[in-house]
C-alpha cells in the first residue's frame, strides 16, 4: 500500500471579515469595561476602528478590529 500526499497549487484564501451591518454575525465579542471612553480610546490606539453605523445608541459601542471583525464594548453592569 502506498501512501499519497495531496498537494495544492492554489493556496488557502485567506479569512475575510463580514461585510457587516449588511450580513448577519455568526457571532461576536461583547466586552464591558468600567471606563468605556478611556477604553475605546485605548482600542482605537491599538488599531480598532469606529464604523458610523451604531445601533447600540448609548448602550454600546461597536468597533472593529484590524482585520475588519465587529465587536462591543459597553458598560460594566
Known sequence: MTARRR???TPPSP???PNW?????VFHLDLAF???EAAEKRLIGLGATK???Q???EHWTVL???SGQ???ISANA
Open 21 to 25: 451591518p449588511e450580513d448577519e454575525l
Open 51 to 53: 464604523p458610523a453605523h
Open 70 to 72: 465587529p465587536f462591543c
Open 15 to 17: 479569512s475575510r471579515p
Open 7 to 9: 498537494t495544492s497549487s
Open 34 to 36: 468600567d471606563d468605556v
Open 55 to 57: 445601533p447600540g445608541g
Open 64 to 66: 472593529l478590529d484590524p
